[in-house]
């Protein structure tokens, strides 16, 4: 058994998996600079996270698209280096030996599409003798999921399983399956994956380590820096209002006002949480084709100073969504391949740094949860 | 002897002053909520501050307007409540008895002027039994103050001052008759005041403590909010370009390009020690005179991500630049005059949440600031 | 009879209402200067229109709140300067005289409404020799009324109305009114009004002007300036994001989803209109009651140039509702007063200028309706 | 002879004349449309404008780089798509052979070096048999021109020329060669070029047709769409501020403080040519190089609304120089081949709607300026 690192996507061939692959393999060839990494700045570098070169890749998708091609068209649009592709050939065409079909919403026969996830995990585990793969959810987001009494323990999951029942949306057979097999998750998305009761308790049960959900990427990121300055100052936000403009695959899901509700949901409740107190304001999500890759988000906030003065903050996040989350990801397989190589199981709450809608605290300010993931890798790099 | 506080403003008739009075006045009439006060914050009131209802006015100006003509000003340009001036007349009125005439740059026999300046601490402090009195520079901006051997020991100083040169900017001056009369100094403004060697040492010898300087009130706030952002998330900022556009007195004297220089020295200094590299960009204050009290920041921050990808983050600030300073004020006096009951002099480095250009320390990241406050706070809670 | 005009406010006791009247008599009085007053542009002047010293108001509301509280109030909210509505109190009490209760969405007999409000306006005229009043709708803005076949002709409407049914929204009882007792209407919102085929039919029989509809006062003024420049270039605008922040009474009105639907599609025809294509991009109207009388809106725009490269423009506008549609109103009142006189009848496409949605116009590009104002104002002036 | 007509860029190896000679190429060839393409409008198409197809392009540099890595560069760049430059491999190459040395500020005899330039200009026209050649300025823009006797008429001018002085900068040498040989000449630049009137004198003399200065591409494109709406609504603008962040050559050049001056004067005159009073407001002009081609312009307008409400405007215009410049560069060149076509010589004053400083008006204007520029296309369509 080697030291690699094997990296599951769950949606392999979508632009953030793509670019995660095409990114790791660039800046181990010496052909990138490693920007936007996380795991290398010193105070995390301590952590002893396993680097990029022992990283391996494969994964689900429900497309079939080359991964060759995909890179192609992000170079198009401008997220890629125009010659990346063209020099990763051989690499990316190894990579896409390694995916395999992923399961769709409506397929019937759950437990079995679970063990037969959990059997692509293992064959991948073995086939290159990795000493562990982390499985990462970086579909397209899912709509809410219905409450459901399966979802509230083990025993009721798999009861309903047992019975044929089909109690669980794809995200969340992906993270039982990961479980199953041993494999870590990150839940880059704000679909349910392993965040049921039932899950959580599986993972406990086989001492795998999780984190999640809904990548912190642009407007959230910038909010969650800045909603503890008002906090700090103990100026009051009378509103605070946002529009989301979005192209690419993720602007075309959210566009449907059944999925964008769990991303509305996960985006609002940083805010409370901060400043202590709900503020109103409008929070849009749009579908705005021609962006392509990038999003633009703009922020209005309204807020009372000394003698209750109005004053007003606004900010214009124009960013390239997949350039944002991928480099978050690979620093999130790392982390957790080292939390899990440290024996550790469960939620990882101190990578909160990384989500919009943290697991297992309420911290939502940024600089606290850089604190939190400093003394994480602290603590990891002295086991 | 009361267990009262001075507060002696240099600058007692400018905007900040002004509005620091009125709404002290109106917060403890009840007639408007602490709303900015950070003192008050249940971190921050461990420290065991005096309240607002413990403070006395007074101050020195060199122009003669009534404060109740100034407070009616404010109301009209939409600083002060229009209702607030009319309310308070009694109060602004007796406060208008304790101002006396201030020094100007030109005057000739700094020693005798220093000396009239502490004879006008004593009087006021024994003339209200107060416990002490904090002196705040909140007058206009200096021009940046050439480098003189008379600044770099106290006793070439007073060699020099003896001798009948004339050293000292104003604000220097204040903050020489403050540390002799055993008084605690706020640097709000970017003016040299406390800050020459001579003059540190001097409050080191009377154990008198000071703080400062230039009130962080606006765009380097949001800016130093931000940086870390970038920082943390291992982004490269290739520029970070910036505009303020001011209205009022402080437009007016940082028209001036003499006087602007301090200013943008000042903001420029935090940017480089958080992002940890030099960042082009301009930096421009511009005085606008039809915005009145209010000011307008517009910031462009141009970063590259993941593989290089270009991308932008743009916010404008438009706050009340006496509402934002004048809570800060009144914090500051409080937090430092309880660091003085404690019996700690020199320099307080906590306190450089309220600062762009913080003395001893180079910690300009407002999070890490935050923590160090609410350290302080925690230890003056314990003496 | 006088040489005197009447205006008659729908929603009189209203802020658009309130602030257009405290403004004409403080600008006839020497109170105010007559900043966004268009109709005394030089190239408007010479159309000969009344004064604003020859106005006398009068008006329907439903709620009955004294219109010099309504004044102190939009003054606490800085809409106008707080010394007038103490120096206007006995012409706002005269003109609080005038107003009469206004009628309801659910009143049963339309017709006995209808005569109503008709002889409101003739005992108006009777009262104050007035040569002509001019009725200007600036309520709240109504639900899109649902087709009916008795909104096709005249004859239909009026079988309609002595059935007994109920067949038009208030907007368009008012418009019926006011051209049964020959008087022109102003549509300042976008409620039907007089834009049914019948009510045209019944202006046409009076030879009654109107005009209308929906005040362009705030992001549609900036989008028909704009959207021209990029048709002149030949650029492709590739999609056009906006959202509208409201507070105030419009605000609330509009945040209920049946009523923003008319405001909605009245904002988006124009930009059609002008590029020639349809373009996309979400719209939003928000309410966000802490902004009061104040509007902020956000525009997007991403359009393509030369060779295909992506470029983006984008605009914010902070204004006062009220104070941008009430010199509006006071210009349309004189203007179609003025046609009024010379004899002419129906809608008045030259006044698009003015509106969101112009009658018997498609022209939205603000330029272009500038000139044919000043080409409206010439002929007025030749009469 | 044919009909073709020659394009003679001085600074031919810069960004706007690669990107114009790019573009050309490539809409003539089908590989890109003719986004950005004013001449080819309905309205101005009936002008009967030569077509890309016929235009020849050479010209002159200082610098000898190949136009084919220059392409490159700015596909690097985002600017020009990025397989372009290898499709038209051949046609660039081609172009590259008939490019000259370029004049240098401090070259000695002004006489010689007019006479070389229109030399090369005359000999390019009878190698290709053209019918015409125009000159169009796109080098880097160059400092103000100190007054001198020499420029005011063109006796003086051949006076000083002849007497071996150099009363000339570069612009102005080419603009006199261009005269003499006959050739139409556009100014894109600020630099003097024809607008000296010795210059003038020539042009007239010759019955040549010239036009300019300052291409209008960004911030003052859309300042003079917006000014008119202030004028049109008598909103009173208080000030406008406005911030111009640069990178790429035009920065370099423009960060030099002698060079930015002429820039802004030009910038300037519009504003208060349109709305009939001085605006007061400071205007920054900067070099970010780390923008590349890029330029963001950010501009602030506060202004007065009915009863002196006071309201803010702000926008970004984020757009790609050599994208936005060099198809107004090519309608150039068509418009004026096709004016000279008819035999009309003198400044153009009806091509305003191309530049900021527009010469023999003082229209301003953009929707006004349109106006003009179709009623000339239809002018020329009359012949």
Same mark, same amino acid.
């Given at each position: 058994m080697s030291d690699?690192?094997?990296v599951w996507f769950v949606g392999a061939r979508g632009s953030v998996a793509t670019t995660a692959v095409v990114g790791a393999l660039a800046i181990r060839s010496g052909l990138a600079e490693p920007i936007g990494c996380v795991a290398d700045l010193p105070e995390l570098a301590v952590a002893g996270a396993p680097g990029l070169d022992r990283l391996v890749f494969g994964g689900h998708d429900v497309v079939e698209v080359p991964l060759a091609k995909r890179a192609d068209l992000l =170079? =198009? *649009?401008?997220? !890629? +280096? +125009?010659?990346l +592709?063209?020099? !990763?050939?051989?690499? !990316? $065409?190894a990579t896409d030996a390694e995916l395999r079909p992923g399961v769709r919403a409506g397929d019937p026969d759950q437990r079995a599409q679970i063990d037969r996830i959990a059997a692509d995990l293992s064959a991948f585990r073995e086939r290159h003798g990795l000493a562990r793969v982390v499985v990462v959810d970086v579909s397209s987001t899912e709509p809410p999921v219905p409450p459901d +009494? $399966?979802?509230?323990? !083990?025993?009721?999951?798999? $009861?309903?399983l *047992?019975?044929?029942l089909a109690p669980l949306p794809p995200s969340s057979r992906y993270a039982y399956a990961a479980f199953q097999a041993g494999c870590p998750f990150v839940a880059f998305t704000p679909s349910a994956g392993p965040r049921l009761p039932a899950l959580a308790e599986l993972a406990q049960n086989h001492a795998v380590p999780w984190c999640g959900s809904d990548g912190k990427t642009g407007e959230t990121l910038i909010k969650t820096a800045l909603a503890p300055v008002f906090a700090s100052r103990a100026l009051r936000v009378l509103s605070w209002s946002g529009v989301n403009l979005l192209g690419g695959g993720d602007g075309a899901t959210l566009g449907d006002p059944t999925h964008v509700q769990s991303k509305i949901d996960s985006k609002a409740r940083g805010l409370e949480a901060i400043l202590g107190h709900r503020v109103d304001g409008p929070l849009h999500i749009d579908?705005?084709?021609d962006l392509g890759e990038w999003k633009t988000a703009w922020d209005h906030v309204h807020f009372a100073g000394f003698l209750g003065t109005r004053m007003t903050m606004q900010f214009t996040w124009a960013g390239c969504d997949s350039a944002l989350a991928a480099p978050l990801v690979l620093d999130l397989v790392r982390l957790l391949a080292r939390?899990?190589?440290?024996?550790?199981g469960g939620p990882v709450a101190e990578l909160a740094f990384f989500f919009k809608d943290p697991v297992a605290t309420d911290e939502h300010r940024l600089a606290t949860q850089v604190d939190m993931l400093v003394a994480l890798a602290a603590s990891l790099g002295a086991v």
């Amino acid at each position: 058994m080697s030291d690699d690192i094997g990296v599951w996507f769950v949606g392999a061939r979508g632009s953030v998996a793509t670019t995660a692959v095409v990114g790791a393999l660039a800046i181990r060839s010496g052909l990138a600079e490693p920007i936007g990494c996380v795991a290398d700045l010193p105070e995390l570098a301590v952590a002893g996270a396993p680097g990029l070169d022992r990283l391996v890749f494969g994964g689900h998708d429900v497309v079939e698209v080359p991964l060759a091609k995909r890179a192609d068209l992000l =170079a =198009a *649009d401008g997220v !890629l +280096p +125009p010659y990346l +592709p063209a020099a !990763l050939a051989t690499e !990316l $065409a190894a990579t896409d030996a390694e995916l395999r079909p992923g399961v769709r919403a409506g397929d019937p026969d759950q437990r079995a599409q679970i063990d037969r996830i959990a059997a692509d995990l293992s064959a991948f585990r073995e086939r290159h003798g990795l000493a562990r793969v982390v499985v990462v959810d970086v579909s397209s987001t899912e709509p809410p999921v219905p409450p459901d +009494p $399966a979802h509230e323990s !083990l025993a009721a999951l798999d $009861a309903a399983l *047992d019975a044929g029942l089909a109690p669980l949306p794809p995200s969340s057979r992906y993270a039982y399956a990961a479980f199953q097999a041993g494999c870590p998750f990150v839940a880059f998305t704000p679909s349910a994956g392993p965040r049921l009761p039932a899950l959580a308790e599986l993972a406990q049960n086989h001492a795998v380590p999780w984190c999640g959900s809904d990548g912190k990427t642009g407007e959230t990121l910038i909010k969650t820096a800045l909603a503890p300055v008002f906090a700090s100052r103990a100026l009051r936000v009378l509103s605070w209002s946002g529009v989301n403009l979005l192209g690419g695959g993720d602007g075309a899901t959210l566009g449907d006002p059944t999925h964008v509700q769990s991303k509305i949901d996960s985006k609002a409740r940083g805010l409370e949480a901060i400043l202590g107190h709900r503020v109103d304001g409008p929070l849009h999500i749009d579908n705005v084709p021609d962006l392509g890759e990038w999003k633009t988000a703009w922020d209005h906030v309204h807020f009372a100073g000394f003698l209750g003065t109005r004053m007003t903050m606004q900010f214009t996040w124009a960013g390239c969504d997949s350039a944002l989350a991928a480099p978050l990801v690979l620093d999130l397989v790392r982390l957790l391949a080292r939390v899990h190589e440290t024996g550790r199981g469960g939620p990882v709450a101190e990578l909160a740094f990384f989500f919009k809608d943290p697991v297992a605290t309420d911290e939502h300010r940024l600089a606290t949860q850089v604190d939190m993931l400093v003394a994480l890798a602290a603590s990891l790099g002295a086991v």
